[in-house]
């Protein structure tokens, strides 16, 4: 019998890329699973119809044969709505599905909360009503273990699949477009106000590295609509943006070398091979590469700011490194893998 979901996903302003592959990485497992499926999506916030309003659920009861939320960061910055005295009502099956949330570097650069993440309270409700719950990285399933909540379970991110779920022959080719620095506009970076005043000077060094190993010019990735304003201050680099995902991931695959400040242009680099440098600033990006195993290979910029072009050397360097490291992570991102199949499962 064909089977009919609400996918119910992050897309709000700026029109963030990352999140695109994310929702397209979980409808094509969806596929995998489901040879015979009709998917309906609602953005997760800010939408008059969106996330978990009584009117979605009232259509998830009428026709529908369950509900997905995710993947990204719902469990912080407003990014899920939710009726909860309409979830009494839910009349069809629940899955949270590679969420996230994370701490943030003070001033201080010590990680603390966030002051927009769900509370407590409302996450344990939330998964009163969940069949099933998977989260993105580590620190996400000890905080929600830490809080009791017992019907969770540590599953990874699905971009980690985009290799098996769309191959390298189907996606566009771009081969003047080698050396990606994939950014995210400062203002909207957590990090000390110290750190973001050297931004734009982080960026420019970077792009001298690049110009000096490789005798290239790289391109400057914006996930966001949010990042051009940034991006265009730079005199002597090219930016780049675009709102179609396959562009967007044929782009990656097409990288010589991607620097990316942004985990969702790191794991379709990982999935597909394309050698990468990542540069995490918060507990999330922390997190998720020490979940894939890659935490070796990561340079915290908040903590390495000051070692940062020596760091960048090194990996530039050592590529070979990172291709071993990804080869013996297989097994790893096979198992996270084999878990989000299970967990989808749920709708049968």
């Known amino acids: 019998m064909a089977k009919s979901l609400i996918h119910i996903t992050p897309i709000g302003k700026g029109y963030n890329i990352g999140n695109f592959a994310i929702s397209i990485a979980i409808r094509k497992l969806l596929f995998k699973i489901y040879n015979d499926l009709t998917i309906v999506t609602y953005p997760a916030h800010g939408a008059t119809e969106s996330g978990l309003n009584k009117k979605i659920i009232f259509e998830a009861n009428q026709w529908c044969d369950g509900i997905i939320v995710g993947g990204g960061n719902l469990y912080e910055n407003n990014e899920l709505f939710i ?30 909360r966030r002051t927009d993440v769900m509370p407590n309270n409302d996450l344990k409700n939330l998964h009163r009503f969940s069949s099933n719950s998977l989260t993105r990285d580590i620190a996400t399933q000890s905080h929600l273990e830490s809080i009791g909540i017992e019907n969770s379970i540590l599953g ?8 098996e779920f769309v191959k390298k022959e189907n996606l566009p080719s771009y081969e003047n477009k080698k050396f990606l620095i994939s950014i995210r506009n ?21 792009c001298t590295l690049i110009k000096k190993k490789y005798q290239a010019i790289p391109l400057l990735l914006c996930h ?17 943006f675009t709102s179609d995902v396959y562009e967007y991931l044929g782009l990656l695959n097409s990288s010589q070398l991607v620097v990316s400040m942004r985990i ?6 990982l999935s597909y091979g394309v050698p990468v440098i990542n540069l995490s600033y918060d507990e999330r990006g922390i997190s998720l590469l020490k979940t894939i195993g890659f935490s070796s290979w990561d340079i915290n910029l908040v903590e390495e700011e000051s070692n ?21 992570s297989v097994i790893i991102r096979g198992k996270l893998l084999d878990i989000q199949s299970n967990v989808l499962q749920a709708f049968r």
């Open 186 to 206: 400062p203002e909207l970076m957590n990090i000390p106000r110290s750190l973001k005043s050297k931004m734009p000077s982080i960026v420019k060094n970077i």
């Open 308 to 328: 940062l072009e020596n760091l960048l050397i090194d990996r530039m360097e050592n590529l070979d490194s990172l291709e071993s490291l990804r080869r013996s």
């Open 264 to 269: 969702h242009a790191t794991l379709p680099c």
């Open 224 to 240: 966001d609509q949010r990042d051009i304003g940034f991006a265009s201050s730079f005199d002597d680099a090219e930016f780049y």
């Open 83 to 112: 009726d909860f005295n309409a979830l009494e009502s839910l009349q069809v099956p629940l899955v949270l599905f590679s969420i996230s949330l994370g701490k943030i570097y003070s001033k201080s650069s010590h990680l603390t």
């Open 156 to 163: 990874g991110c699905p971009t980690l699949g985009l290799n």
